[in-house]
């Protein structure tokens, strides 16, 4: 009858959830949410499935009814703070993402992929002090997050702390040998230091990685390139 049809449906939310098909989280979701149109959960997993479909408007004007339910689920809410954070910043509202995700750690202080983003977004704006306190703190929480290591490696950089910044970057590719821009950037610094062969080592190991490296030995780093 129809509680188990209900019940079908969740486990199909759930299940689909889990192997990563977005368009069927999006039917299973839409299908509870018809019924039941207050639950936060299925309305949550919506959002993260309209996100990962690169429906990013959709998906954030649903993270933002996630965010107007008291009652939502305290894990649901810090994850539509810090989702509605990543949105924004895509669109260069750092300041706006900033407040989001400093809301979703208000909710969830010891998520180390908050502290990572949140790091990422004040180094966007320059805030690399700050940024810097964010990313060790995300890596104190969870040492293998090579965003973390990368991001922190960049604002190390420019603040001139190049030894520690060189030190990121070298565990980083200890872990990941293949991240073409901890290569390209750590040659950089190399290469500013006068250490001309480990620097030669790594231009060519990001040129082989990345073609877009090939022919800028020495200069800025491609902006669509991430760790």
């Known amino acids: 009858g129809l509680f188990r ?64 339910d008291d009652g939502a689920d305290i894990h649901d809410q810090a994850s539509a703070h810090q989702n509605v954070g990543v949105l924004l910043g895509a669109r260069g509202d750092f300041a706006a993402a900033v407040a989001e995700l400093r809301a979703a750690l208000e909710l969830d202080p010891a998520n180390a992929n908050y502290h990572a983003e949140l790091g990422r977004t004040l180094a966007a704006l320059g805030r690399h002090d700050e940024a810097i306190a964010s990313l060790r703190e995300a890596l104190r929480l969870n040492s293998g997050l090579s965003q973390a290591n990368y991001y922190l490696a960049v604002s190390l950089t420019e603040v001139g702390r190049l ?16 991240n073409a821009g901890a290569h390209y950037n750590l040659a950089r610094i190399l290469a500013s230091q006068g250490q001309a062969e480990p620097a030669e080592r790594h231009f060519r190991a990001a040129a082989r990685l990345d073609p877009r490296y090939a022919n800028a030995p020495g200069g800025t780093q491609p902006e669509t390139q991430r760790p």
């Open 163 to 178: 030894a520690e910044a060189i030190e990121c970057y070298r565990t980083l590719l200890a872990a990941d040998r293949d």
């Open 5 to 68: 049809n209900e019940g079908i449906q969740w486990s199909l939310l759930d299940l689909s959830s889990r192997l990563g098909q977005y368009a069927a989280v999006e039917t299973y979701a839409r299908r509870i949410l018809s019924r039941q149109p207050d639950e936060t959960g299925p309305r949550a997993q919506l959002a993260q499935a309209l996100m990962m479909q690169g429906r990013l408007r959709q998906a954030e004007r649903e993270f933002r009814v996630v965010l107007s």
